[in-house]
């Protein structure tokens, strides 16, 4: 039986992780190597490794964290943040990474998702959408945009770029779809209001994209309960919950989030060995 | 010591089933020359990109590969490297592949997700096969394809797996071996399977 996946991503900063993660037995919270590690033990599925560093060095950081994580860690991952062109992904597949995700720099040129899926295969290349609510009047016209019906109101979702800073005007269901005739070989769908604020998965954003591709679509941004990645995965219709804070900050482990699961019907891995 | 020739033929990430391999004692090369595989022990064919610019890719070795094969030197392919032992494909238009194997790659039904991307179980066939020992029943795994092989002949089949369809996960003929899925990152599963190959190779 296929399975729900559980995903812990990581954001790092020059090499060093950048909200610690509070596993008891871990000697160095700050080295996304040990995270790997730990995570790996605990029964994640997979993880995603997201580098936030703005400066120019970052790449050569980027490759040797990468590397070190692909020496250890036995479950796929997938890494993001800078990845701008045809040599930026091979270098992080070459050192080990087996997926990577784009965001700004395939809302910049749709055409890299075309290009990379061609050359390294869809399996390897996410498309990263951050998305943001933009409610509407009830009465006006929609004009092209997909209005989806909230608790909080009519509205569409926007595409924002450059770490969220920046708004597209791009409807965030019609870009997915672009996505995947692109070739992208899954979706990692955060939402910008719901992100970090521990308050759920944005649902109905995370419904529409998955009703509209035919893709996996990985759910990001505001888990905070058990009950929130339960939502995500049933009435959102995600493949996979990203998780962060929920499992950094020691709330949850990895296996009571997959007992949760279990115990109320979801296929989920354990690991039996 | 045991060395295994890993066949590269495009892009991609070769380093994790090196690893893998070497984890459990192997010595491993990643190559693209005829004489490194005609020397080595046993070949494995990864699965790197699409199936018709994989059998471009591999034209110049082609002929060469297909030899080793018949010869009987144990061989693992994975993923695209297991259904390159086919006939043929329908992976953008139709594709001759190695024909080794008889039967036709086609793509997983219209109603499930695809790529069949994350974890799903083996249903175990055949248990008396050297590359499923000590694997369970309903063992996890890590997928991601979005076609897979109709394998004519039972008897080929090891393993099963159901996504939209209940397809070959696991196949051997012989000294061939094949997995749909990626046992470099099926984590101990995965490993205890690269670890049977290695010690058929070696003939433990």
Known sequence: MSVKRIVPCLDFNKGRVVKGVKFVNLRDAGDPVECAIAYDEAGADEMVFLDVTASHERRGIMKDVVKKIADVISIPFTVGGGLHTIDDINSMLTVGADKVSMGTAAVNNPNIIKEASEIFGSQCIVSAIDGKRIYVDPESKPGDRIIVQTEEGPCWFEVWIYGGRKPTGIDAVKFAKKAEELGAGEILLTSMDRDGTQMGYDIPLTRTISENVNLPVVASGGAGTLEHIYEGLTTGKADAALIASIAHFGIYTISEIKEYLRDKGIPVRFKKE | ?204
């Open chain 2, 1 to 204: 010591m045991t060395t295994l020739c890993i066949i590269d033929y495009g892009a991609g990430n070769l380093k994790s089933i090196k690893r893998g391999l070497e984890k459990v004692g192997a010595k491993v090369e990643i190559t693209h020359s005829i004489k490194i595989m005609q020397n080595a022990d046993g070949i494995i064919l990864p699965g790197v990109g699409a199936f018709g610019d994989a059998m471009k890719n591999l034209s110049p070795i082609k002929k060469d590969l297909i030899e080793q094969i018949k010869q009987g030197k144990p061989f693992l392919g994975v993923c695209l490297g297991y259904q390159l032992l086919f006939s043929e494909s329908t992976e953008g238009g139709i594709h001759t592949g190695l024909d080794i194997l008889k039967g036709r790659v086609v793509k997983l039904p219209n109603d499930v997700k695809i790529p069949h991307m994350g974890w799903n179980t083996l249903k175990i066939i055949q248990k008396n096969i050297s590359l499923v020992e000590d694997i369970k029943d309903d063992a996890y795994v890590y997928f991601v394809h979005s076609y897979y092989p109709k394998v004519l002949k039972n008897d080929f089949i090891i393993a099963t797996t159901n996504y939209g369809v209940e397809f070959a996960s696991i196949i051997a003929k012989e000294h061939i071996f094949a997995t749909q899925f990626h046992p470099e990152k099926s984590g101990k599963t995965g490993l205890k399977i690269l670890d049977n190959f290695v010690k058929l190779v070696k003939g433990i």
